[in-house]
């Protein structure tokens, strides 16, 4: 593997937006080699081009569990007994260090591969590491949310807190000079919400703050989610399904490979085969991956609540009750249905809540922006062609971080994130 840029060659062909000061880099000095936002963000980057890791066993890391909903795991159900804890991953330096909060992004575990790409990248350059599932998890809505029900991002972001207070009180030898915070996709908006969350608190006093694509519009963002699903794909019919469809391809692709290779570039390597995906199917895969997390949420939200939307109020689940039935069901329930279904009459009982277009301001960027404006330690790194954004945000943006905003030209959603030139800046920032 080729040695690590050095940081300050990102710059070498920068361009300053005269009206925002945003920092855009240009592509031709950028070097991504994906040109397709949605090959980046399936395939990632090329194996040559990520930064060199530390192994797993060359970190000092567990995982270890904290209680914080007792009085939930008795009601829980049986098929439930793995998360009435909520589990985190810690790795942690054998001298006084900064420890760096890592929240996951949509539905995804604290132990994710993005999330183990950042702790390996943060943990090789001296950092604590604590990994953190998504307010949006299976684990989490079981072991950590007050209401069981996601998406009003403020009410998440104070779940998020007590957290990472529960995780500090639990390792308190970890020799930690100072916090930061970081988050990927919904865990940068949620990073945002707990960094304003922490100006009141004061329990971290969080240094510096890093959102890494985050959507700027949580609505304008989910839709565009959602919108994929519905691409028209060749070769999808009454008897071939897409599943089928990518199986097929999958199955050819290890066939003329001679092996079956699941390492970390196997999708980079996969779309340089013959087999590989169409625009058409790279869409629809994104869109399907986003439909199975917004039906685990509705599902899980669903069940501990009682609501009996997908699951009947009384019907006994154990260990091993099929749940496929459920799982058919929640699937056709999209975001905007759990948002319509279950957030929204939630917020609404509890708070005296208005209308969706309210709740939309209150759950994005929208609603911090003067103090994201006025706060230097919070920065943003995203993409221009990233699959989330809608009309005006990198607009909202560019006005509102100014030059605390680094724009790179290709990556799709998340895609470079392990690109050498996107660790180095990373790392950058956090050392000032």
Same mark, same amino acid.
């Given at each position: 593997m080729l040695r690590s840029l050095r940081f300050a060659a990102l710059f070498s062909g920068l361009i300053l937006s005269a009206s925002a000061l945003a920092v855009d880099i240009d592509a031709a000095s950028?070097?991504?080699?994906?040109?397709?936002?949605?090959?980046?963000?399936?395939?990632?980057?090329?194996?040559?081009?990520?930064?060199? !890791?530390?192994? #797993?066993?060359?970190?000092?890391?567990?995982? $270890?569990?904290?209680? !914080?909903?007792?009085?939930?795991?008795?009601?829980?159900?049986?098929?439930?007994?793995?998360?009435?804890?909520?589990?985190y991953r810690i790795a942690t330096q054998d001298k006084p260090a900064p420890l760096i909060f890592l929240i996951a992004g949509t539905g995804a575990r604290y132990d994710?591969?993005?999330?183990e790409y950042l702790k390996k990248l943060y943990y090789k350059a001296g950092y604590h590491v604590v990994q953190l599932s998504s307010p949006t998890s299976?684990?989490?809505?079981?072991?950590?949310?007050?209401?069981?029900?996601?998406?009003?991002?403020?009410?998440?972001?104070?779940?998020?807190?007590?957290?990472?207070?529960?995780?500090?009180?639990?390792?308190?030898?970890?020799?930690?000079?100072?916090?930061?915070?970081?988050?990927?996709?919904?865990g940068a908006l949620d990073a945002a919400f707990v960094a304003h969350l922490d100006e009141t608190r004061r329990s971290f006093n969080f240094k510096k703050v890093l959102l890494l694509n985050p959507p700027v519009n949580l609505y304008t963002s989910i839709s565009n989610l959602d919108k994929l699903v519905q691409t028209e794909v060749k070769g999808i019919n009454n008897s071939t399904t897409f599943y089928e469809l990518v199986l097929g391809k999958l199955t050819r692709y290890f066939q003329q490979k001679g092996y079956i290779d699941l390492n970390d570039a196997l999708l980079y390597d996969f779309q340089q085969s013959k087999q590989h995906l169409t625009n058409e199917q790279m869409a629809m895969l994104i869109g399907t991956s986003f439909r199975f997390s917004a039906a685990d949420i509705a599902f899980t939200s669903d069940l501990i609540n009682r609501r009996g939307l997908i699951t009947p109020p009384k019907f006994p689940?154990?260990?091993?009750?099929?749940?496929?039935?459920?799982?058919?069901?929640?699937?056709?329930?999209?975001?905007?249905?759990?948002?319509?279904?279950?957030?929204?009459?939630?917020? $609404?009982?509890?708070? #005296?809540?208005?209308?969706?277009?309210?709740?939309?301001?209150?759950?994005?960027?929208?609603?911090?922006?003067?103090?994201?404006?006025?706060?230097?330690?919070?920065?943003?790194?995203?993409?221009?062609?990233?699959?989330?954004?809608?009309?005006?945000?990198?607009?909202?943006?560019?006005?509102?971080?100014? #030059?605390?905003?680094?724009?790179?030209?290709?990556?799709?959603?998340?895609?470079?994130?392990?690109?050498?030139?996107?660790?180095?800046?990373?790392?950058?920032?956090?050392?000032?």
């Amino acid at each position: 593997m080729l040695r690590s840029l050095r940081f300050a060659a990102l710059f070498s062909g920068l361009i300053l937006s005269a009206s925002a000061l945003a920092v855009d880099i240009d592509a031709a000095s950028y070097g991504y080699p994906l040109t397709n936002p949605f090959e980046a963000t399936i395939a990632t980057t090329p194996p040559d081009l990520r930064p060199e !890791l530390p192994l #797993d066993d060359d970190i000092n890391q567990s995982d $270890r569990s904290i209680t !914080l909903r007792p009085e939930r795991a008795f009601n829980l159900p049986d098929n439930f007994w793995a998360v009435k804890k909520l589990t985190y991953r810690i790795a942690t330096q054998d001298k006084p260090a900064p420890l760096i909060f890592l929240i996951a992004g949509t539905g995804a575990r604290y132990d994710s591969t993005l999330n183990e790409y950042l702790k390996k990248l943060y943990y090789k350059a001296g950092y604590h590491v604590v990994q953190l599932s998504s307010p949006t998890s299976f684990d989490f809505i079981s072991a950590a949310s007050r209401f069981a029900t996601p998406g009003v991002t403020k009410e998440d972001a104070e779940d998020m807190y007590r957290v990472m207070q529960a995780v500090r009180a639990q390792n308190p030898k970890v020799p930690v000079t100072e916090f930061y915070l970081t988050g990927y996709s919904l865990g940068a908006l949620d990073a945002a919400f707990v960094a304003h969350l922490d100006e009141t608190r004061r329990s971290f006093n969080f240094k510096k703050v890093l959102l890494l694509n985050p959507p700027v519009n949580l609505y304008t963002s989910i839709s565009n989610l959602d919108k994929l699903v519905q691409t028209e794909v060749k070769g999808i019919n009454n008897s071939t399904t897409f599943y089928e469809l990518v199986l097929g391809k999958l199955t050819r692709y290890f066939q003329q490979k001679g092996y079956i290779d699941l390492n970390d570039a196997l999708l980079y390597d996969f779309q340089q085969s013959k087999q590989h995906l169409t625009n058409e199917q790279m869409a629809m895969l994104i869109g399907t991956s986003f439909r199975f997390s917004a039906a685990d949420i509705a599902f899980t939200s669903d069940l501990i609540n009682r609501r009996g939307l997908i699951t009947p109020p009384k019907f006994p689940i154990t260990e091993g009750t099929s749940l496929t039935p459920f799982l058919k069901r929640a699937l056709q329930c999209d975001f905007d249905c759990y948002l319509t279904d279950q957030v929204i009459p939630m917020w $609404r009982a509890r708070t #005296d809540g208005g209308s969706l277009l309210q709740l939309i301001d209150q759950v994005s960027l929208y609603a911090l922006k003067d103090y994201l404006h006025d706060s230097p330690k919070i920065a943003v790194m995203h993409n221009a062609d990233d699959v989330i954004l809608g009309p005006g945000d990198l607009g909202f943006l560019r006005k509102t971080f100014g #030059d605390r905003l680094t724009l790179y030209p290709l990556g799709g959603h998340c895609g470079n994130l392990n690109y050498r030139v996107n660790s180095d800046a990373m790392l950058e920032f956090f050392r000032g």
